[in-house]
């Protein structure tokens, strides 16, 4: 072949080339598996990108929105949503032994058998049976017998699930909205242990971490800038210490930053098919107007959560130590402060998992899973109590006058 020959079908070739990679200008991978529901949701995010048609598929979204990063951002957020069966976790996900013996969904019937607690008047006291607390704000102990008919219940709202059943128990104001406040990072844990693949890195706590815990007076494991741990150091530490730091530094090592984590928060909670309540806006709980949920909702995520093998496990750490790092040469100690002060209880059984939240806005609130010594399978929520120990004696007193 000549030399000619060869150049011609050289140029041939290149012109070709040339022509189609200018026509074709390939999506992420990620964006190409997006369903309309998953735009409108990424574009909800952003409205200031959106124009007045509504697009119908991902290529008709494209060209209506400016790509800024903030939508590129809500894009990323949706990468595991397809619209149809829901939220996709990514990581294989083992489901715990406890599992099987639930309920299937997380819709829980009231049925007549429901017991609904009167609200509280003035002091907030609700007098219901079987059991009664007494002592000073401080140091409540509940006493048993069979004379006693009454039960001290401070919290505002409550809710007793039987989850071998799918039955609420007892409630009072079981789908009102109320703040979570730290019971988010229930949610926060699991959404993100769905995400991670790999359970082996570890992340260095920046200090706009830390700026942004000590800025809000938000808890923390107390980690310093610079201070690199492990992801089961993330994990205990959002839970046990409910660490602030800890669930920021989750949340963008699972999938790079708080914005996406708390997108498939809210996508979980809605495949979940929670109530229109719930809403969530940050991964660490702290106050906002805009994120509420019932408890009856959060009941259903820590049930999610307890289906979760791996989660099950964290959220049932009475106590942890930190990996030793150069900051912090002995590792840092946590423990699970609800479990620690329900452990002496004279109850029917065992509370298994627990997570605490507070602030000014949502006051004393907490989630707990129990099984009862006859082996049924129990969550309770309690929120808006004006004391740590009167929402553990709340917990303490619906376990012992309801469960079986």
């Known amino acids: 072949m000549s ?34 529901a998953a735009v409108h949701r ?9 124009s007045d048609e509504t697009p119908e598929t991902l290529t008709d979204a494209l060209p209506l929105c400016a790509r800024t990063e903030a939508f590129d951002r809500a894009m990323d957020a949706y990468r595991y949503y397809d619209g149809i069966s829901g939220y996709k976790a990514v990581a294989v996900t083992e489901r715990s032994a406890d599992a099987a013996a639930f309920f299937a969904g997380y819709e829980p019937r009231v049925t007549e058998s429901t017991v609904s607690i009167p609200a509280p008047e003035g002091t907030g006291v609700a007098y219901l049976s079987a059991t009664r607390t007494q002592g000073s704000d401080n140091t409540q102990e509940t006493v048993y017998g069979e004379d006693w008919d009454e039960v001290f219940l401070e919290s505002a709202y409550a809710v007793l699930i039987d989850l071998d059943e799918g ?29 991670i693949e790999d359970r082996s890195g570890n992340f260095t706590i920046t200090q706009d971490i830390v700026d942004t815990t000590w800025r809000h007076s938000l808890s923390s494991v107390c980690w310093e800038a610079g201070e690199t741990v492990l992801l089961s150091d993330m994990e205990h530490g959002t839970i046990l210490p409910s660490g602030a730091d800890a669930a920021i530094a989750l949340a ?22 929670l109530s229109e309540h719930a809403n969530f806006t940050n991964v660490t709980g702290m106050h906002d107007d805009a994120m509420h949920c019932t408890v009856t909702d959060m009941a259903m995520i820590l049930k999610a959560a307890v289906e979760n093998a791996h989660v099950r496990n964290v959220l049932a750490a009475t106590q942890y130590t930190a990996t030793a790092t150069p900051q912090h040469p002995d590792g840092i100690f946590m423990f ?13 059984g065992r509370i298994v998992c627990a997570k605490t939240g507070y602030t000014d806005e949502a006051l004393n609130c907490a989630a707990s899973y ?7 399978h129990y969550i309770c929520v309690t929120a808006y109590s004006h004391g740590q120990m009167r ?7 619906l376990y012992n006058t309801y469960t079986k």
């Open 336 to 348: 699970n402060m609800f479990l620690d002060r329900t452990a002496s209880k004279r109850l029917p």
């Open 391 to 397: 929402t553990v004696t709340d917990h303490v007193n």
């Open 42 to 50: 990424a574009m909800e995010l952003v409205p200031e990108t959106v």
């Open 252 to 273: 963008r090592y699972a999938v790079g930053n708080e914005e996406i984590l708390v997108s498939l928060m809210n996508e979980r909670m809605d495949s979940m098919r």
């Open 370 to 376: 129990f099984i009862s010594n006859s082996g049924k």
């Open 167 to 195: 039955v609420i128990v007892a409630e009072r104001g079981a789908d009102r909205p109320v703040y979570p406040a730290s019971m988010a990072k229930i949610l926060t844990l699991l959404v993100a242990s769905e995400q």
């Open 3 to 36: 030399a000619v020959v060869c150049s011609l079908l050289l140029l041939i070739g290149l012109r070709a080339w040339t022509a189609l990679t200018s026509y074709v200008t390939p999506a992420p991978a990620q964006d190409l598996s997006l369903s309309a």
